[in-house]
C-alpha cells in the first residue's frame, strides 16, 4: 500500500463532486477506495483509468442496510464487474451487516460460495449457518452506551477518555458523520 506522510492513501467516490475531480484521483491510484454503490458503479463502467485487477479486498459495510435500500442490483453488479476484472481469484469479499436476512443469504451464497465463514459477535450461531462460526477474541473489549441525542457526543468523549491508550473503533450512520466525528477528535488530539 502506498504510504503518505506515514499514512495509507485512501481515496473516496461517493457522487457529492465533479466525476472529473474522482477521475483524477483515481487516475493517480489509491490502495483503498471507499465508495457509494451508485457511484462506484458508475465509475466501474465508464472509467477506463480505474484499475482494479490487483485487488485483493471487498469490503460491504452496512450490507443489510443497502439492500433495504433498494442496493441488491447494483451491489450484484459491482460483485460481478469486479470479479471478472480481478487477476487475483482469490480477493477476499467482506459482508458486514448487523442483520442476516433472507436477502443477504441470497448475495452472500451468490458471491462468497460455500467457502465462506460467519463471524459471529455474540458467539451465537447464525440459523443456517454453512460453517461454525469464528467468534471475535476475549482480549476485545465492546462497549456500548444508550443515551439520547443530546448526550451522545458527550457520552462517545467520556468513554474514548476511560481508555486514551486503546485502539478504537467507532462506528457512525452516516459518511457526513464519520467525517464530523474524525474533524472533531484530530483537532482535540493535536492540542
Known amino acids: 500500500a502506498r504510504l503518505?506522510?506515514?499514512?495509507?492513501?485512501?481515496?473516496?467516490?461517493?457522487?457529492?463532486?465533479?466525476?472529473?475531480?474522482?477521475?483524477?484521483?483515481?487516475?493517480?491510484?489509491?490502495?483503498?477506495?471507499v465508495a457509494t454503490p451508485g457511484r462506484l458503479l458508475d465509475h466501474l463502467?465508464?472509467?477506463?483509468?480505474?484499475?482494479?485487477?490487483?485487488?485483493?479486498?471487498?469490503?460491504?459495510d452496512e450490507?443489510?442496510?443497502?439492500?433495504?435500500?433498494?442496493?441488491?442490483?447494483?451491489?450484484?453488479?459491482?460483485?460481478?464487474?469486479?470479479?471478472?476484472?480481478?487477476?487475483?481469484s482469490r480477493a477476499t469479499t467482506v459482508l458486514v451487516t448487523a442483520t442476516i436476512t433472507s436477502a443477504l443469504e441470497a448475495l452472500a451464497s451468490k458471491h462468497l460460495g460455500g467457502d465462506r465463514v460467519l463471524?459471529?459477535?455474540d458467539g451465537a450461531p447464525a440459523p443456517g449457518a454453512?460453517?461454525?462460526?469464528?467468534?471475535?477474541?476475549?482480549?476485545?473489549?465492546q462497549t456500548h452506551a444508550i443515551v439520547t441525542l443530546k448526550l451522545r457526543l458527550p457520552a462517545l468523549c467520556a468513554m474514548l477518555r476511560d481508555r486514551p491508550a486503546a485502539k478504537t473503533l467507532v462506528f457512525a450512520n452516516t459518511c457526513a458523520s464519520s467525517?464530523?466525528?474524525?474533524?472533531?477528535f484530530q483537532r482535540d488530539a493535536a492540542r
Not at 465533479?18 to 489509491?30: F, I, N, P, T
Not at 454453512?130 to 473489549?141: G, N, Q, R
Not at 467525517?179 to 472533531?184: D, T
Open 179 to 184: 467525517a464530523f466525528h474524525a474533524a472533531l
Open 4 to 33: 503518505a506522510a506515514g499514512r495509507l492513501v485512501v481515496g473516496g467516490v461517493t457522487g457529492g463532486e465533479k466525476k472529473k475531480s474522482e477521475k483524477a484521483r483515481l487516475r493517480k491510484g489509491v490502495p483503498i477506495l
Open 119 to 121: 463471524v459471529s459477535v
Open 130 to 141: 454453512p460453517t461454525p462460526p469464528v467468534t471475535t477474541p476475549p482480549t476485545l473489549h
Open 45 to 60: 463502467k465508464s472509467t477506463a483509468c480505474l484499475k482494479y485487477e490487483r485487488l485483493e479486498w471487498l469490503v460491504l
Open 63 to 88: 450490507v443489510d442496510r443497502l439492500l433495504d435500500l433498494g442496493f441488491g442490483p447494483q451491489i450484484n453488479e459491482i460483485v460481478s464487474a469486479l470479479r471478472r476484472g480481478a487477476t487475483s
